[in-house]
């Protein structure tokens, strides 16, 4: 029993220190120090796996794209504008992703997101990661919105269009016992002004997948990420995204 409580002991205190250390940190450093673990503790070889990724035709979503192209994943690469895909698909290819294709989908729309699962299931025959990344952003004040019935593209696109997606790829993704990774943000924890709706889009989404999560069982892994202030298409000329998110590290929860 001595020897058992000297352990937990251990344990405890070496938790403490680390997130100790984490809050004490810079938060580029702290960042960076997240990174490390998550590579440490949650590497895997996704070489010849199917992933699926929303909003790929610029941002984080063409990014994510890239990485997984240069582990030659392969895949199936989302976007509305689905001009936006062609430079993608072929940097793509050229870092050594052995397979890949483009579907122009509207995830706000539950048929587009049906169709997009079955195309990539159609194509490859199986799905391994879901990448939920596709969002807008609509930011000010909430009682200088002059037509409010013009925020629920917010919900529809950030919170509906990962649910949408999520439901009709789970079946396939419990047969891998694949995984679903949520591109949420910091402001679904943290209230900043100028971001309500948006805010409350990736509270939506950090809740729902937390639930989740506890339905699936461990048979379908689930990575929420949440970024803080991202330079891309989405955040240019929006003054609010940029001053509330600029110093904010990322922070993923598996």
Not at 3 to 16: C, D, G, H, N, T
Not at 98 to 110: E, L, N, R, Y
Not at 125 to 135: I, P, Q, S
Request: glycine content about 8%.
């Amino acid at each position: 029993m001595e020897l058992i409580r000297i352990v937990l002991k251990f344990l405890l205190l070496s938790a403490i220190a680390i997130i100790s250390l984490i809050f004490t940190l810079p938060p580029c450093l702290a960042f960076r120090f997240l990174t490390f673990i998550r590579r440490l503790m949650f590497s895997e070889n996704v070489a010849g796996k199917v992933v699926l990724v929303t909003g790929a035709g610029s941002g984080i979503g063409e990014q994510i794209s890239y990485e997984y192209a240069r582990r030659r994943a392969r895949l199936g690469l989302v976007d509305i504008r689905e001009d936006c895909l062609k430079p993608v698909i072929e940097k793509a290819r050229y870092l050594g992703s052995p397979d890949v294709i483009g579907i122009g989908a509207d995830v706000s729309k539950v048929q587009d997101c049906e169709r997009l699962v079955n195309a990539a299931i159609s194509h490859f025959g199986t799905m391994d990661h879901l990448v939920n990344n596709a969002g807008i952003a609509r930011t000010g004040p909430f009682e200088e919105v002059e037509n409010i019935s013009e925020l629920t593209s917010v919900m529809d696109v950030n919170f509906w269009g990962a649910v949408y997606g999520t439901h009709f790829a789970i079946p396939h993704l419990r047969k891998s016992k694949g995984r679903i990774i949520v591109i949420a943000s910091v402001s679904g924890w943290y209230p900043f002004p100028g971001l309500s709706i948006y805010s409350a889009s990736k509270a939506a989404l950090i809740g729902f997948y937390e639930a989740l999560r506890s339905e699936t069982g461990g048979n379908i892994s689930i990575t929420i990420v949440t970024p803080g202030f991202i330079n891309s298409k989405m955040t240019q000329n929006r003054s609010s995204l940029m001053k509330v998110q600029r110093s904010t590290p990322t922070v993923l929860f598996y």
